[in-house]
């Protein structure tokens, strides 16, 4: 399974941006996935989940700001990212085949992992 992100860039504070991820050989309505982030110095967490029936999960840090979504059809996993901060600056990466129980899971026990993107949001 091949994950590959895109759509990450550089962006002014209040901006936006929408994170892509496309895969091979798996076929995202059948689990669960997420986004996950990390920045220089720190651990990676995560952003936001959703399980294979669609039920969707986001860390408080996003609420509001960010929407994950699917497009079953095309393989697609897509992070919507409004309202962009500072603190928002970061490698971002997709990943899917979560090990544990089934759910919208932000705990980072995934399988597959893309390479990532950056993401880069200037004050």
């Known amino acids: 399974v091949q994950l590959v992100e895109s759509g990450g860039g550089s962006v002014q504070a209040g901006g936006s941006l929408r994170l892509s991820c496309a895969a091979s050989?798996?076929?995202?309505?059948?689990?669960?996935m997420g986004w996950f982030r990390q920045s220089p110095g720190n651990v990676r967490e995560g952003v936001a989940a959703?399980?294979?029936?669609?039920?969707?999960r986001y860390a408080d840090f996003v609420k509001g700001r960010f929407t994950i979504s699917r497009d079953n059809a095309k393989n697609m996993l897509y992070l919507q990212m409004n309202s962009l901060k500072p603190e928002d600056t970061a490698m971002y990466y997709c990943?899917?085949?979560?090990?544990?129980?089934?759910?919208?899971?932000?705990?980072?026990?995934?399988?597959?992992w893309g390479q990532g993107t950056q993401v880069t949001v200037s004050s």
């Open positions: 050989e798996y076929t995202f309505s059948s689990g669960s």
């Open positions: 990943a899917t085949g979560f090990r544990g129980a089934p759910g919208a899971r932000l705990d980072p026990a995934y399988a597959y």
């Open positions: 959703m399980d294979y029936v669609g039920t969707t």
